[in-house]
C-alpha cells in the first residue's frame, strides 16, 4: 500500500483497511486546476495538509468545488522534494478524537506542488503562469510568524531581503520578494484582482503579510524596479485584499505511533523527514478533530463557497475579536506556558502535562482568571465554552502525541502576541491592574530559565530552533544553579525589549517580578517546581 497514484489504484485494499478515499475524478479535477486554478496555498507544512487540503477534499467530494490546490513552498524545497512529488501530492490524514477513536482520510486534493525558487525556472514560470490567470481568487500563507519578517533579531534588514529591494522583481530571492515578484506579474497581467490571506497565528496576520508586500512594492515602485502604480495597485483593496484570518487546530508533527498504526495496516515508505531547515514531514499527518477558520470576507476577485466545508467568513472586527481569544487568551498562550515549563520539567507530552496538578492550575490561572476578563465576545464563538473545551478535552486529548518541544520552537517571535496583549489591555483598563497579573510574569521568568538549557534536574536539554536563540541566550549563559544572581543586572537588556514581550516590562511595572521569579528558579534543582507550587 503506497501513498501514490498507483498504490492507491486498489481502492479496494484501503478502504477494507478503514481508509477514506477521495471520491472525485482526480484526473479531471487536476486538468481543471492546471487550466483554471482558484487557490495558491504558500506554505507545505503540517498544517496545510492536515487542515486546508482535506477541507478542500471534502467539498470536491461533495461537488461543491471542481478544482483543487495547487501548494508552493518558498523556504524549505525539500518538503515538495522529498515528500509532495514521490507520493504524487497524496497524504494520509489521521485525526485523533478524544474518545481514543481514529480516523484515516487519504487526501488528494492538493494536485500540484512547486517550489517557490526563482533559480527553477520550471516551476517559478508555472507560478508567473498561475499568477496571470483570471481565475486565481486567493493566495494563502502558513508560513510561521518569522515568515513575514524582512529583518534578523538585531532589528538589521535580511541580506536577501537588502538584495531583492535593490535588483527588482525579476529574479527575487526572499520569501517575500518571490511573492511580491508574483503579484507584480498579475500586475502586468492587466490589474486582476486577488486575496492575500495569511493564515498564520499572528495578531492581525493580513496587516503583517501587507506590510511586508508593501515595503517591496514601494520601494521598487519609488525607483523604476517596477512601473510606478504598482504600489497603487497593492494599496488598492478591490484589486489586492490581505484579510484578517483566526485558524485553529492543534497539529502535531508526524508522531511514531501514529506511524506504527499505518505500518501494520500494511502502508509502505512513511519514514518522516527532518529536512535541513527543520521540517518534520511524512506522507501522513496527525491532528485534532476540532478545528476552525474564520476569515475577513474581503475577496476581490470572489471565492468559492468554502463556508460549506465549515469555513467561517465575517467583518475584519470579528475576526479580531475570535483572534485575540483564541492567540491571546483561550489557547496559544496556554500552549507557551506548557511548552516553557515542560521542556524544564522533562516531559514530552502535553497531555501528560495536564495530569500534573500545578501545570494545569497554572494554565487554568492564565486562561481564566488573567486572559479572559480582558477577552471581548465575539459572537461566533463563546470564549468561556472555548477555553473548557480547550482546557477540559483538547489540550489533555491523550491520543494527541503533541510535545512541549513543538510548541517551544520561536517563542521569542511569540510572547508579544500571546501574552503582550493581555498585559496592554490590563494597562488600558480602568478596572484592572498590571500588577494583579502573577502568573504571565512567571512565564516570563520560565522563559529566561529556559534558555539556560539545563532542566529542573540541572541536566543540560536541547532547546527548540528559534530564530533570537543567539541573540538572548548570552543573557543566561553564566547563570549557574544554586548560585546568587542579579537577575536585574543580567536580564534588564530583554526586559526592556517591546518587541519580545509587546510592551517594556519596566514601564508596565512587572520587571522586578519576573526578575525576582527567575532568582527564585534558579537557586538549585527542584527549584522551578517548587516556585511554580508557591504562586500557582
Ligand atoms: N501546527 C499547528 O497546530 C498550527 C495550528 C494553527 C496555526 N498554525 C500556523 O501555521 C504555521 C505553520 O505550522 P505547521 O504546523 O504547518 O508547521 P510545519 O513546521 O509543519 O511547517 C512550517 C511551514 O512554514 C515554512 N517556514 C518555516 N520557516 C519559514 C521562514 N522563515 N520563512 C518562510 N517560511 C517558513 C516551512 O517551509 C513550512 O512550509 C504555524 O507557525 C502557525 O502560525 C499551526
Ligand atoms: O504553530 P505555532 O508555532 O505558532 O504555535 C505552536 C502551537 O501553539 C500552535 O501550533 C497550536 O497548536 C495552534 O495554534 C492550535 O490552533
Not at 493580513?206 to 517591496?216: I, M, P, R, W
Not at 504598482?230 to 490581505?242: G, H, L, M, Q, T
Not at 475577513?296 to 476577485?301: L, R, W
Request: net charge negative; with cysteine.
Amino acid at each position: 500500500m503506497q501513498v501514490n497514484e498507483l498504490g492507491l489504484k486498489n481502492r479496494e485494499q484501503w478502504e477494507c483497511k478503514g481508509y477514506s478515499l477521495p471520491k472525485f475524478d482526480r484526473a479531471a479535477v487536476t486538468e481543471k486546476t492546471m487550466e483554471n486554478p482558484f487557490w495558491v496555498h504558500f506554505g507545505a507544512g503540517n498544517i496545510f495538509r492536515a487542515f486546508q487540503a482535506n477541507v478542500v477534499q471534502n467539498l470536491l467530494n461533495e461537488g461543491v468545488l471542481d478544482r483543487g490546490l495547487v501548494v508552493a513552498e518558498g523556504f524549505d524545497y525539500e518538503i515538495i522534494e522529498k515528500m509532495n512529488r514521490p507520493h504524487d501530492g497524496y497524504n494520509i490524514l489521521v485525526t485523533l478524537k478524544a474518545n481514543g477513536s481514529v480516523e484515516k482520510t487519504v487526501v488528494g486534493s492538493v494536485v500540484e506542488s512547486l517550489t517557490v525558487d526563482s533559480e527553477n525556472d520550471t516551476d517559478f514560470n508555472r507560478l508567473r503562469e498561475i499568477f496571470k490567470k483570471d481565475s486565481l481568487q486567493m493566495a494563502s500563507f502558513t508560513i510561521t510568524e518569522k515568515g513575514y519578517s524582512l529583518v534578523n533579531g538585531k532589528g538589521e534588514m535580511l541580506p536577501s531581503v537588502v538584495a531583492d529591494m535593490e535588483k527588482g522583481p525579476e529574479k527575487p530571492e526572499s520569501y517575500i520578494g518571490k511573492v511580491v515578484s508574483l503579484l507584480y506579474t498579475r500586475f502586468q497581467a492587466g490589474e486582476k484582482p486577488i486575496a492575500m490571506v495569511s493564515m498564520d497565528n499572528c495578531s492581525h496576520n493580513g496587516s503583517k503579510l501587507h506590510d511586508a508586500v508593501f515595503a517591496f512594492a514601494d520601494k521598487w515602485s519609488k525607483t523604476g524596479l517596477t512601473d510606478k502604480a504598482f504600489v497603487d495597485y497593492i494599496e488598492n483593496p478591490a484589486k489586492v485584499s490581505f484579510p484578517w484570518s483566526m485558524i485553529d487546530k492543534i497539529t502535531p508533527r508526524p508522531d511514531p505511533s501514529v506511524e506504527e498504526i499505518l505500518k501494520k495496516d500494511g502502508v509502505e515508505e512513511l519514514e518522516p523527514v527532518v529536512t535541513s531547515k527543520n521540517t518534520y514531514v511524512a506522507p501522513f499527518v496527525n491532528a485534532e478533530e476540532c478545528q476552525y477558520l474564520v476569515i475577513e470576507d474581503a475577496f476581490p476577485n470572489g471565492r468559492p463557497e468554502l463556508e460549506k466545508g465549515g469555513l467561517i467568513f465575517t467583518t475584519r472586527e470579528t475576526v479580531d475579536k475570535v483572534e485575540k481569544m483564541k492567540v491571546c487568551t483561550c489557547l496559544n498562550p496556554l500552549h507557551t506556558a506548557l511548552a516553557v515549563f515542560g521542556c524544564i520539567l522533562g516531559y514530552d507530552l502535553i497531555s501528560k502535562e495536564m495530569k500534573d496538578e500545578t501545570l494545569k492550575k497554572l494554565v487554568e490561572g492564565i486562561g481564566y482568571a488573567e486572559g479572559l476578563p480582558v477577552v471581548i465576545n465575539p459572537g461566533i464563538l463563546d470564549p468561556k465554552e472555548f477555553i473548557d473545551t480547550v482546557l477540559g478535552v483538547r489540550i489533555p486529548n491523550p491520543f494527541m502525541p503533541d510535545t512541549p518541544q513543538r510548541i517551544a520552537t520561536d517563542t521569542s517571535q511569540k510572547l508579544a502576541i500571546r501574552f503582550g496583549e493581555t498585559i496592554k489591555a490590563y494597562q488600558a483598563s480602568p478596572k484592572l491592574h498590571v500588577s494583579d497579573l502573577k502568573l504571565i510574569p512567571l512565564v516570563f521568568a520560565g522563559w529566561f530559565r529556559y534558555l539556560m538549557g539545563v532542566d529542573d534536574n540541572g541536566n543540560a536539554f536541547e532547546l527548540s530552533p528559534d530564530p533570537l536563540l543567539d541573540t538572548v541566550r548570552p543573557y543566561v549563559a553564566d547563570v549557574k544553579l544554586g548560585e546568587a544572581v542579579d537577575a536585574e543586572k543580567l536580564l534588564k537588556p530583554v526586559l526592556e525589549n517591546e518587541k519580545i514581550f509587546g510592551v517594556n516590562l519596566y514601564d508596565v511595572g512587572m520587571a522586578d517580578t519576573v526578575c525576582s521569579y527567575f532568582s527564585q528558579m534558579t537557586a538549585g534543582t527542584g527549584a522551578v517546581r517548587s516556585t511554580l507550587e508557591k504562586y500557582v
